[in-house]
C-alpha cells in the first residue's frame, strides 16, 4: 500500500489549505482512511478519519468545525480541507490507512498500519 500526501505549504493565520491523499496498491474503497499530525517536539495526534461509505466521520476537537475529511473513490483520494488555521495547526500532516476493515474506524495510531510520508503545514500568525 503507497499513500501520496501532497497540498502542505505555508499559510497565514486564518487561511486555508486543501491536502490529498492518493493511496495505491489494494481496493481504495474497502478500507477507512484518515489523517494524523506531528508537530516538532509532540507526539503524533489524531485528526480526522472517515469510513468507506464516508457516513462514519470523526474529528479531534481541536479541528471541529473547521476541518472536513473527504475521500472521492474515482479517484483513490482522500482529502482533509482546512479553513480557519492557526498557528498551532502547524506541523507535519500524516495520510493513513488500517489493515482491517473498520466500519468505525478509530484514533489511536497503532489501528493504522499504512503511513504516507507526510506533508508540511506552516501557519504563520
Known amino acids: 500500500v503507497q499513500l501520496q500526501a501532497s497540498g502542505g505549504g505555508l499559510v497565514q493565520a486564518g487561511g486555508s489549505l486543501r491536502l490529498s491523499c492518493e493511496a495505491s496498491?489494494?481496493?481504495?474503497?474497502?478500507?477507512?482512511m484518515g489523517w494524523f499530525r506531528q508537530a516538532p517536539g509532540k507526539e503524533r495526534e489524531f485528526v480526522a478519519t472517515i469510513n468507506t461509505s464516508g457516513d462514519y466521520i470523526r474529528y479531534a476537537d481541536s479541528v471541529k468545525g473547521r476541518f472536513t475529511i473527504s475521500r472521492d473513490h474515482a479517484k483513490n483520494t482522500v482529502y482533509l480541507q482546512m479553513n480557519s488555521l492557526k498557528p498551532e495547526d502547524t506541523a507535519v500532516y500524516y495520510c493513513v490507512t488500517p489493515l482491517s476493515m473498520y466500519s468505525r474506524p478509530g484514533s489511536k495510531v497503532s489501528e493504522y498500519n499504512y503511513w504516507g510520508q507526510g506533508t508540511q503545514v506552516t501557519v504563520s500568525s
Open positions: 496498491g489494494r481496493t481504495f474503497g474497502s478500507y477507512a
